[in-house]
């Protein structure tokens, strides 16, 4: 499996972004996809979650500010991350479970930079 990852950049405190990730290669019905990020110094932790029966789970600082969605059919998950605060600046991982109990995969990971 495969990741790429889009839609990192710099915003100011107060505004938006959109992440997109998409999975290629053996991603025949992917069980969960999700976005972790790490902070510098930080260990990396798991921001957002969805299921492939849209099931989701959100680390409780971005609850009601980040919102995953995916499309299964072209193996994409993305965040929607609003009313973003500096301390949501880290470098963000798309990250697949492609079956329970398999191993996991990573993308590269895309630097997000909220300034005050």
């Known amino acids: 499996v495969q990741l790429q990852a889009f839609g990192g950049g710099l915003v100011q405190a107060g505004g938006s972004l959109r992440l997109s990730c998409t999975a290629s290669?053996?991603?025949?019905?992917?069980?969960?996809m999700g976005w972790y990020r790490q902070a510098p110094g930080k260990q990396r932790d798991l921001v957002a979650s969805?299921?492939?029966?849209?099931?989701?789970d959100y680390e409780d600082s971005v609850k009601g500010r980040f919102t995953i969605s995916r499309d299964n059919a072209k193996n994409t998950a993305s965040l929607q991350m609003n009313s973003l605060r500096p301390e949501d600046t880290a470098v963000y991982y798309c990250?697949?479970?492609?079956?329970?109990?398999?191993?996991?995969?990573w993308g590269q990971g895309t630097l997000v930079t909220v300034s005050s």
């Open positions: 990250n697949v479970v492609p079956y329970v109990g398999s191993r996991d995969y």
């Open positions: 290669g053996s991603t025949f019905n992917i069980n969960r």
């Open positions: 969805i299921t492939r029966d849209g099931n989701t």
